[in-house]
């Protein structure tokens, strides 16, 4: 199922995310699955709103599609924070901001309770952007020069010709000069006349050479524009058939199309904007078991808002957050339920009966205020069988309880950053 395609044009990021977003690179990591086949990996952040995601699929076309998927999501996520931001500036927001910082806190408190994955939502991972070309792709600069003219789609039509100057009237030159010069100094009017046809000569040559070097720039950006568009729904078609040929697979619960159909899953889980979704999953055919590793929020993450007043000193609201140890025990509740509904909804979801276990792996990935430094620790893991699935399906006050009943690892509280050695298998 490996497509070691490369794709020129792997994907389409939004306008919107152009100058936010932080793009790797496409590279290659080996999973123990499958005799090690690599799995091709790409890193988007946007570092504005804290968010990071490493996507992989053994698919370069399905990932693709992943990516588009991604970024979508994040414009709604953007735009929700710029209305948030606008928001901070009107003394009449304070009721609308202090619904919402009430909504997110009691949503955070209950993620058991919210709408989790409901499914493997394949078409998501379709590449369903439109083509466009930029300025810097077409003509190496930034803007699109103004004479060109685009049609409707965006492609390259046509020129704004420069107009080619007239005729010189010579008599108006003859008439400069006197009747006697005239009839005297005719060397001196010719002279006139010829460096008056010779200004008109190269004028025309110029705007001949403008117009000439205008419809070499049109026709050579009309190729670029055609061969990128060319490429684009050749790939955008390639997607389309990849996601075919890996939803087949998946029924027949090849290690890849698994790990695909479990990324589409936890795709379509609901959390709030205020955490940022990562996760990497690996399919072990052999024990038929999903090792997860899910990155969980910090505490230093979760000092939000409690509330909100106007401040004249300011003009702006000023927010009312957690304390540290409001937010130290809001990060311990979300960590333990974001992994027990991870598990939940994966095994909820397995529609072919591929997962027998599944491992969960709960990160924090903290900086260091002062190196910039960033250390990443697991604090929980767990793995559960599917006979003990039914266990699950508790209460957002019980996940501590039930995570300990089932043997899950943890050197103490979540917030406390205590590593364990991450279960495997």
Not at 191 to 197: C, F, H, P, Q, W
Not at 303 to 317: D, Q, R, V, Y
Not at 399 to 412: D, H, I, K
Request: charged content about 25%; hydrophobic content about 40%.
């Amino acid at each position: 199922m490996v497509d070691h395609s490369e794709s020129d044009n792997l994907f389409t990021c939004p306008a919107l995310l152009r100058d936010l977003v932080e793009i790797s690179g496409v590279y290659v990591v080996r999973g123990r699955a499958d005799g090690g086949l690599p799995r091709y990996c790409i890193d988007l952040a946007l570092p504005d709103l804290g968010f990071f995601r490493t996507l992989r699929s053994q698919n370069t076309f399905l990932l693709a599609g992943k990516v588009e998927a991604v970024l979508s999501f994040w414009v709604e996520k953007w735009r929700r924070h710029e209305a948030f931001e606008n928001e901070q500036l009107s003394p009449s927001s304070a009721d609308r901001l202090n619904q919402d910082a009430a909504d997110t806190l009691s949503e955070l408190k209950n993620l058991l309770g919210e709408a989790g994955a409901v499914g493997a939502d394949w078409e998501q991972l379709l590449r369903n952007t439109s083509f466009s070309a930029e300025p810097m792709e077409l003509y190496g600069i930034p803007e699109q020069p103004a004479y060109i003219i685009s049609d409707e789609t965006g492609r390259p039509a046509d020129v704004r010709r420069l107009e080619q100057v007239n005729q010189p009237n010579l008599d108006d030159t003859v008439s400069q000069f006197s009747p006697i010069a005239q009839m005297f100094n005719k060397d001196e009017v010719q002279g006139a006349i010829d460096e008056e046809l010779q200004k008109y000569s190269e004028k025309r040559s110029a705007v001949a050479v403008t117009n000439a070097e205008r419809r070499a720039t049109l026709k050579q950006a009309q190729a670029i524009y055609d061969a990128s568009k060319s490429r684009f729904e050749s790939e955008r078609e390639q997607n389309s058939e990849s996601l075919e040929r890996v939803k087949a697979a998946y029924q027949l619960r090849d290690a890849g199309a698994v790990e695909d159909h479990c990324d589409a899953v936890l795709l379509t889980a609901y959390c709030p904007d205020v955490i940022s979704r990562n996760w990497t999953v690996e399919y072990l055919p052999g024990s038929c078991t999903l090792v997860v590793d899910l990155d969980l929020p910090a505490a230093s993450q979760l000092e939000l808002p409690e509330s909100w007043a106007w401040s004249g000193n300011t003009g702006a609201m000023v927010a009312n957050c957690l304390t540290r140890e409001q937010a130290n025990s809001l990060c311990d509740l979300v960590a333990y339920q974001l992994v027990i509904r991870t598990i939940r909804d994966l095994f909820l979801t397995d529609e072919v009966d591929a997962i027998e276990r599944v491992v969960c792996n709960g990160r924090m990935v903290v900086t260091n205020p002062a190196t910039g430094v960033q250390a990443t620790y697991t604090v929980l893991s767990v793995g559960v069988d599917k006979s003990d699935a039914g266990a699950l399906n508790v209460q957002s006050y019980e996940v501590q309880e039930l995570f300990e009943s089932m043997g899950g690892l943890a050197a103490g509280l979540p917030h406390e950053l205590m590593p364990v050695e991450p279960l495997q298998a």
